[in-house]
């Protein structure tokens, strides 16, 4: 049983930065694909970012340019650096890893 503990969210005006983080319990050694999805009140989880063992990254188009999504396998850990961040990224994020979900983590940005 994996389990997934993100950290990072919070409040933060408009143009702010947040980096968020999601620390695996157990080796991310060998695991081919990660991901971060964001779910706001009354609408479906949505892909943000994946990224793959290879470091292949994809976005969403409302976060590229803007997003960044990293991994450090030595570290059992996945990150996503939010910059310019815009009213309409304020969601509840959460990190995917195979088949396990993290307990995701508030992003509000707001002035």
């Not at 999601?22 to 994946?50: D, F, H």
């Not at 990254?57 to 910059?83: E, H, P, W």
């Amino acid at each position: 049983q994996v389990q997934l503990v993100e950290s990072g969210g919070g409040l933060v005006q408009p143009g702010g930065s947040l980096r968020l983080s999601c620390a695996a319990s157990g080796s991310m050694n060998g695991i081919y694909l990660m991901e971060w999805y964001r779910q706001t009140p009354g609408k479906q989880r949505a892909l943000v970012a994946q990224i793959t063992s290879g470091g292949i990254t994809i976005y969403a188009d409302s976060v590229k340019g803007r997003f960044t999504i990293s991994r450090d396998d030595a570290k059992n850990t996945l990150y996503l650096q939010m910059n310019s961040l815009k009213p309409e990224d304020t969601a509840v994020y959460y990190c995917h890893i195979e088949k396990y979900w993290g307990q995701g983590t508030q992003v509000t940005v707001s002035s």
